[in-house]
């Protein structure tokens, strides 16, 4: 598995986030997104913790995009904290954009029990 080595090499992107603002548009993001796939890997490898932490790394670094308030709701149902899932849920509804994001955030916070 090449989790641990991407990780590794996450960890260092985002260590040094001011160093993509360079590339901010052009790499997907730039600065946000390395805490996006840095939640990712933590969550493959069984790491709700350090994901939910890089999410709000994320957050904290732009909080006007949907994505990560939705994966760490996910994270937060996961782990049986279903209020603070319904409050990231609310929180992506409100900045998400296309109809299919709003449709399917929707679903999940009528989903969740």
């Not at 052009?26 to 946000?32: E, K, L, M, T």
């Not at 913790?49 to 996961?78: H, K, Q, T, V």
Request: glycine share 4%; charged share 35%; no cysteine.
């Amino acid at each position: 598995m090449r989790l641990p080595a991407a990780i590794e090499d996450l960890q260092s992107a985002a260590d040094d986030a001011e160093a993509l603002d360079d590339l901010w548009w052009q790499f997907h993001a730039g600065r946000r997104q390395v805490f996006i796939d840095l939640a990712q890997a933590y969550a493959q490898i069984g790491r709700p913790a350090e994901a939910e932490d890089a999410l709000d790394a994320a957050i904290e670094l732009d909080n006007s995009w949907f994505l990560p308030y939705l994966l760490r709701a996910r994270l937060r149902r996961e782990d049986g904290d279903i209020e603070g899932a319904r409050e990231d849920l609310r929180a992506a509804l409100q900045l998400a954009i296309g109809d299919e994001e709003i449709s399917a955030i929707e679903t999940e916070l009528r989903e969740l029990r």
